[in-house]
């Protein structure tokens, strides 16, 4: 059963945060709502919103403006911000771009990677495999420390512009894949997957780096996609 997150908390004194800061908490407390099983479709009201997290309606308006951008959010003129359908195209064109972006970055990295990188993803592969060995999977943490480990590799790469888009259409695949799990595609399959991509670090081989990286991603697609098609709120087109 998924729990929708508590309210986050904000001082109560007027100016301790600024408003970057109070966008950048609703922002986070919004994403993860999304993420975590909110309808698509479901209206996002300004004001609503504001007076759940006692806040002003600026800071909302700015972290609606954000997950739009991440695709999580869509805007229809006066009727206001709502939940982004789930579109099953939209889920393959962002697979198909993050397979050119970290297959790239994955050959890259790899030849650059230094002994603490290498160090630093063995032990993130060891954490993953304590995660998927428990009897309750802990997905935040698995996706986390998942992302950290292939983030290792492609800051390897040095190419602060090609990390940024890769971060961004993670950004936007989340949801998908978080779904997915949900519906029962078995973490322990994604595991094997990083240990092949972990060998191909440790071995400094960008050809096999890239490959991995890419097989990866086509593998998810694969599995995922049925189960996105069988979701309520999916659209087959463009959303």
């Avoid at 504001?50 to 009727?79: C, F, N, Q, W």
């Avoid at 990188?117 to 060995?133: E, F, T």
């Avoid at 991509?197 to 990866?216: G, I, M, S, W």
């Amino acid at each position: 059963m998924i729990t929708r997150p508590a309210p986050p908390r904000l001082p109560q004194a007027p100016g301790v945060l600024s408003i970057a800061s109070v966008t950048e908490v609703v922002y986070q407390h919004l994403r993860l709502r999304i993420l975590s099983g909110m309808t698509p479709g479901q209206p996002l009201r300004l004001n609503d919103v504001a007076a759940e997290l006692g806040v002003s309606t600026t800071p909302v308006r700015m972290a609606i403006e954000r997950l739009a951008g991440d695709g999580l959010v869509l805007h229809a003129g006066r009727k206001g911000a709502s939940v982004a359908p789930l579109s099953l195209s939209d889920f393959q064109d962002i697979y198909a771009v993050r397979r050119g972006l970290e297959g790239t970055a994955a050959r890259l990295g790899a030849g650059a990677l230094t002994d603490s990188d290498i160090s630093r993803m063995r032990l993130g592969l060891r954490r993953l495999d304590q995660i998927a060995a428990s009897h309750k999977l802990q997905l935040d943490v698995y996706l986390e420390v998942e992302w950290e480990m292939h983030e290792t590799c492609y800051r390897a790469a040095a190419h602060q512009r090609l990390l940024r888009e890769i971060q961004a259409y993670r950004r936007q695949a989340e949801r998908y894949f978080r779904l997915a799990l949900h519906e029962g595609v078995n973490v322990r399959d994604d595991l094997e997957h990083q240990h092949h991509f972990f060998d191909a670090c440790a071995e400094r081989d960008p050809d096999r780096a890239e490959t991995v990286a890419q097989l990866l991603l086509d593998w998810t697609v694969e599995r995922v996609a049925p189960l996105i098609r069988n979701l309520p709120g999916t659209q087959e087109g463009p959303g």
